[in-house]
């Protein structure tokens, strides 16, 4: 098979990330990642290389993740999606194949990322929803914690938010600085079910779940909505409230609109 025969394939991927240990993959452990390519190379009969949208934890969902990777030209893409559902279903659906020019990256070409996360809210856990939500019995403030939540959008160091990996050999430690652009709580339907959204140039480690983790603070009355400016400008992850699981975060949308922030 000649380089001349591939050609860029970009997919829409969704999955149930709770018995997964992450998407990207990685050595002797069951990821979304290895699953999923595998199983494009057992249809195409070659190595793939994929490239992510994002890279989610262990234990978190996905509905609107994005992947890219060369394929044989003449692949059937809607055969292809068809071929790998039977194989991967029901934790892993593949939605939307298209062909994308060459210089497509699902990781490069992405300009945000926009999360959810979901509380069951109630006294009484849910157990149709169990594996997608944290449950909390006392009733949370919304009104608190979107208005903490208005006080860090914008161009910041969330290093207060994100946990520190250490660089590679070589590399220097990777910025924590990002833009974001939305941030919010919503309840759906009168129900006990709360959505945060929030959308970002793109996330640091646990950036999301820490963010989180705090409006559930400010929401039990346990962390003042004011002192957000305060908890950025420390740039320390203890002055940030807690983590909160990966269970109620689903990776939703991957945007590639506009420029990168940091283009």
């Given at each position: 098979m000649t380089e001349q025969s591939l050609r860029n394939v970009r997919l829409l991927v969704a999955y149930d990330g709770t018995d997964f240990r992450g998407f990207a993959e990685s050595d002797g452990v069951r990821t979304v990642e290895g699953e999923l390519r595998r199983s494009i190379e057992l249809i195409v009969r070659q190595p793939v290389e994929l490239v992510l949208g994002g890279r989610t934890d262990a234990g978190v969902h996905g509905w609107g993740q994005v992947v890219n990777g060369l394929i044989p030209a003449g692949t059937d893409l809607y055969r292809l999606m068809s071929s790998l559902n039977r194989l991967l279903r029901p934790e892993?659906?593949?939605?939307?194949?298209?062909?994308?020019?060459?210089?497509?990256?699902?990781?490069?070409?992405?300009?945000?990322?926009?999360?959810?996360?979901?509380?069951?809210?109630?006294?009484?856990?849910?157990?149709?929803?169990?594996?997608?939500?944290?449950?909390?019995?006392?009733?949370?403030?919304?009104?608190?914690?979107?208005?903490?939540?208005?006080?860090?959008?914008?161009?910041?160091?969330?290093?207060?938010?994100?946990?520190?990996?250490?660089?590679?050999?070589?590399?220097?430690?990777?910025?924590?600085?990002?833009?974001?652009?939305?941030?919010?709580?919503?309840?759906?339907?009168?129900?006990?079910?709360?959505?945060?959204?929030?959308?970002?140039?793109s996330f640091c480690n646990q950036m999301v779940r820490s963010i989180v983790g705090t409006l559930v603070d400010v929401g039990r009355g346990r962390i003042d909505p004011s002192t957000m400016p305060e908890i950025l400008a420390a740039h320390d992850r203890n002055a940030a409230g807690q983590v909160a699981p990966p269970t109620g975060l689903t990776l939703w949308h991957v945007g590639f609109t506009g420029p990168r922030w940091d283009a």
């Open positions: 892993i659906s593949v939605r939307q194949p298209e062909w994308v020019d060459d210089d497509f990256s699902a990781r490069f070409t992405a300009t945000s990322r926009t999360y959810h996360y979901d509380i069951w809210n109630d006294r009484a856990p849910n157990p149709l929803v169990a594996r997608h939500v944290w449950h909390l019995g006392p009733a949370l403030d919304l009104e608190r914690m979107n208005a903490a939540a208005a006080l860090l959008i914008g161009h910041y160091d969330f290093s207060s938010f994100c946990r520190r990996l250490k660089p590679g050999p070589g590399y220097e430690e990777p910025s924590t600085r990002r833009v974001l652009k939305a941030a919010r709580w919503h309840r759906i339907d009168e129900s006990p079910l709360l959505r945060f959204e929030i959308t970002a140039s």
